[in-house]
């Protein structure tokens, strides 16, 4: 059957049951050694309902990616904490998880570094090193699931919302993005909703096309940044490949098919985005369009000059949407003193 060993939670449950089949196993196996991985298991011999033989085998033929912890931050308010996780081939990523009222929510790597390039962010400063595994998005879930159990922060599995907004770009790793989706909702397994899913992506328009498709009802975020091609090139390198109105097609073509009312992201940066003018350039863009609009104080770093716009651009940027009609609230800001930029702590580290 397997000529190497691969890692086991990167496997589907019909392809473990496929799997058991062809090593001599009953196909129901597949869903008991699913339920176990789902349960953040570190070793086969914790599957207590699988026989000593069939255990033999496992080890035989697959590994169960884990994630060695380098870093726990905890930020002032106790409601954030950021890890950085060491990967099989020494690169390094890192997650968020943030308590929310609603449940804890893990803010996950896809890639390791990213290729978009965009200005503001920290994890495009050394380019694309590698696309992750559905496995190793997999194993980040579980392996803070298993640390914010340990630490009190509710009953497993306590990760109820997952948000695909760490450092890369999901859909450029599209098709281990997709089999990570499907694995986590696994009903056999994790169990997660679709709903309490959040894609963001810096705007590829072919696979926002494609991931509509797919009849998945995750939400989709949309990093927009700027309500005019100009504004946007300037701090977002995808800009110079597909336009706003491309992405306004993409989003209503993706509202269109899963019912899922798409957020814009808008982060805003001092002198750059940030004008009323720009505040009613991009109510008037977003006028009618059953969405959301999610303004983010920019998140400074040492890697830009870029500044995030003052407290009163913010309010009157706010208020201009809001006189609008559009549906707008600010980022609730988590972990600021745990260097909560996606891909900031890992550079400090790495010095
Ligand atoms: S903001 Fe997102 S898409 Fe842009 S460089 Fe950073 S990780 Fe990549």
């Given at each position: 059957?397997?000529?190497?060993?691969i890692d086991?939670l990167d496997r589907s449950l019909e392809e473990?049951?496929?799997?058991?089949?062809?090593?001599?196993?009953?196909?129901?196996?597949?869903?008991?050694?699913?339920?176990?991985?789902?349960?953040?298991?570190?070793?086969?011999?914790?599957?207590?309902?699988?026989?000593?033989?069939?255990?033999?085998?496992?080890?035989?033929?697959?590994?169960?990616s884990?994630?060695?912890?380098?870093?726990?931050?905890?930020?002032?308010?106790?409601?954030?904490?950021?890890?950085?996780?060491?990967?099989?081939?020494?690169?390094?990523?890192?997650?968020?998880?943030?308590?929310?009222?609603?449940?804890?929510?893990?803010?996950l790597s896809t890639q390791v570094?990213c290729a978009m390039?965009?200005?503001?962010?920290?994890?495009?400063?050394?380019?694309l090193?590698r696309n992750l595994t559905a496995g190793e998005m997999m194993a980040?879930?579980?392996?803070?699931?298993?640390?914010?159990?340990?630490?009190?922060?509710?009953?497993?599995?306590?990760?109820?919302?997952?948000?695909l907004?760490?450092?890369g770009e999901p859909l450029d790793n599209y098709d281990n993005t997709l089999r990570f989706l499907h694995q986590i909702h696994e009903?056999?397994?994790?169990?997660?909703?679709y709903?309490?899913i959040?894609l963001?992506t810096?705007?590829l328009i072919p696979k926002i096309l494609a991931l509509a498709e797919e009849d998945l009802?995750i939400?989709?975020?949309?990093?927009?940044?700027?309500?005019?091609?100009?504004?946007?090139?300037?701090?977002?390198?995808?800009?110079?490949?597909?336009?706003?109105?491309?992405?306004?097609?993409?989003?209503?073509?993706?509202?269109?098919?899963?019912?899922?009312?798409?957020?814009?992201?808008?982060?805003?940066?001092?002198?750059?985005?940030?004008?009323?003018?720009?505040?009613?350039?991009?109510?008037?863009?977003?006028?009618?369009?059953?969405?959301?609009?999610?303004?983010?104080?920019?998140?400074?770093?040492?890697?830009?000059?870029?500044?995030?716009?003052?407290?009163?651009?913010?309010?009157?940027?706010?208020?201009?949407?809001?006189?609008?009609?559009?549906?707008?609230?600010?980022?609730?800001?988590?972990?600021?003193?745990?260097?909560?930029?996606?891909?900031?702590?890992?550079?400090?580290?790495?010095?």
């Amino acid at each position: 059957m397997l000529d190497h060993k691969i890692d086991i939670l990167d496997r589907s449950l019909e392809e473990l049951k496929t799997d058991m089949i062809s090593i001599g196993e009953k196909p129901y196996r597949g869903e008991q050694i699913i339920h176990w991985l789902s349960k953040g298991v570190y070793s086969f011999s914790e599957m207590t309902n699988i026989p000593e033989v069939l255990i033999e085998k496992l080890e035989e033929h697959y590994t169960i990616s884990t994630l060695h912890q380098l870093k726990r931050l905890t930020s002032n308010d106790k409601l954030t904490m950021k890890y950085l996780f060491l990967l099989h081939d020494n690169n390094i990523i890192e997650c968020v998880v943030m308590k929310y009222y609603h449940g804890n929510t893990i803010c996950l790597s896809t890639q390791v570094g990213c290729a978009m390039g965009c200005s503001f962010c920290a994890s495009a400063t050394k380019g694309l090193a590698r696309n992750l595994t559905a496995g190793e998005m997999m194993a980040q879930v579980l392996a803070v699931n298993r640390d914010i159990a340990n630490l009190g922060w509710g009953d497993p599995p306590s990760i109820g919302c997952v948000v695909l907004m760490g450092s890369g770009e999901p859909l450029d790793n599209y098709d281990n993005t997709l089999r990570f989706l499907h694995q986590i909702h696994e009903p056999k397994g994790f169990n997660l909703g679709y709903r309490n899913i959040t894609l963001s992506t810096c705007g590829l328009i072919p696979k926002i096309l494609a991931l509509a498709e797919e009849d998945l009802s995750i939400n989709l975020a949309v990093s927009l940044h700027a309500a005019d091609d100009e504004t946007r090139k300037k701090i977002m390198k995808i800009a110079n490949v597909y336009s706003i109105n491309d992405i306004m097609k993409a989003s209503r073509f993706y509202f269109n098919k899963t019912g899922r009312r798409i957020t814009f992201e808008y982060a805003l940066i001092e002198g750059i985005n940030d004008s009323p003018y720009q505040a009613h350039e991009l109510a008037a863009l977003l006028k009618g369009f059953p969405c959301h609009v999610n303004l983010i104080p920019l998140n400074e770093n040492s890697h830009s000059n870029q500044k995030r716009s003052n407290e009163k651009t913010i309010k009157v940027f706010t208020s201009i949407l809001k006189s609008a009609g559009i549906n707008v609230t600010r980022r609730r800001e988590m972990g600021q003193d745990i260097q909560g930029a996606c891909g900031q702590l890992k550079i400090n580290y790495l010095k």
